[in-house]
Structure formats: structure tokens, C-alpha cells
């Protein structure tokens, strides 16, 4: 059987929408769904007693921690790891899942499909072992064993890329991890905040995790790169704006025909 969690903080509205798709759609596919909640001050309790899914608070939150928590709240060998603003979207996107850890008892994990680059990697037989970083497991949208997780649990010193981490470290113990044809939608639009926030982290994990150098030089380049595209994104609205205006303009002193 299959055990999903679901993390999330405050996004109580994209929950509800999980929740349900998992109900409605996948209800014999899942024996439980575990949601894990770092404080959320909205009505995430209260959807989840509607769906009847398990509600476990983490309160000092990291990336790896909650996957630990996730991992070791799951009752079941599969466990299925979303954020409450993804979804599954193929029909049988549990099924194909279960079906490959039954074919290939040796798996760590799966990876699920959500974009053209994964849709890219995967036809394009990307293997994780080679590049860990494109087909290792993204933890929005992924299958893991538990029983290589408690052999190699997570990290939880790490800023993100908890889940890429893990993935590396588990390849190199020998285990597999691969791509699985199940469709998942990935739907969230982070602020101005959120985004920087985001960018913190991705600056830390790629220099831990990838070695990515950061220095003066590329600090500039990036700035100088970022200020050239919102010139130049400026000045090209700025030019359709008064296109759109002068058509409407041509098109009030030549109306076609209303039919």
C-alpha cells in the first residue's frame, strides 16, 4: 500500500484541492494520507478533518526534518511525497508507481513528471546515477522507499535540496532512482519575498550540494543581467502598449462590418 504526505504552511485552499483530487480520483490507490503542518494560522486543521486526512505539527522546521517527519509518520513502504500546491493528474499515477517498486525491489525512489524538462529527461533516458540533479527525486511530486530511508534518513542541516542530496547519497550506495510516467501539475506563485527567499536557499544548496563557486564577479554579472532584463522587458511593453493603443485608434475610424 501507498502512504502519501503532504507539507505545507498556511495554504489551506490549495490543501482542500489536494485533499479532494486525492479522495475523489485516487481513494483505492492510498491507504492514508499524512499532512504535515509547520503552523499554520489558517484552516488547514479543518480541512483535513473534512478529508480525513492525519494532521502532524512540526514546529522548528527545516526541509530535511519535515521529510524525516513525513517519513516516519508514513505507515507504509511506498511513501509519495507532495506539497499541498501540487497534484496528481494522470489516472493511474499511483498505480504505475506501485507497479514499479513491485517490478524493481531495489529502488530508492521515483521520480513523477511535472514539466517539459522532466518530460525531456525522461524520454531522453537522463539517468539519475549520471545526473542527479535533473532525474534525482524532487520532493513535491515523488516516491520513496522507506526502507532505504532508514537506512540513509535525510538531512536536516541543509538550507533546501534536501531531496537532491539524499538522492546523491543513496545512488552512491548503490540504489536506483528513476523516472515513472505518472503526471503530476506543480501550481504556485510566489511573491517578490518568497522568491528572494527562495533564491537564499538555492544560493547555499548549489554551493553545498553542487560546489556552484559564488563570487564578486558573478554576483555583478548576475545584477548586471537582471537590470538589463527589466529594461529591456520595460521598454518592450512599453512599444506593444502603444501598438495596442494606436490599432484601437485605426480600428475606431475603420469598423468592419458586424455580422
Known sequence: MISVVIRTKNQANALSFLLKNLRVRYAGDIDEVVVIDNLSTDHTATVCEQFDARLVTIENFSYGSSANLAAQEASHDIVVIFSAHSYPVSHDFFKVIAQRFKEKPGLAGLRCLHSTNDYRAYINEIQAKDDPNRAGLIFSGSAFAKAVWKEHPFRDDVATFEDKEWSKRVLEAGYDIEF????????????????????????????????????????????IASLWRIVKGAFIDMYYACKRFFYIIKFLNNKPKKF
Open 180 to 223: 515513472v510516467p505518472a503526471i503530476f501539475h506543480y501550481e504556485i506563485n510566489r511573491n517578490k519575498k518568497q522568491l528572494f527567499f527562495r533564491f537564499k536557499n538555492d544560493v547555499i544548496g548549489n554551493y553545498q550540494l553542487w560546489h556552484e563557486e559564488v563570487t564578486v564577479k558573478s554576483a555583478f554579472n548576475g545584477l
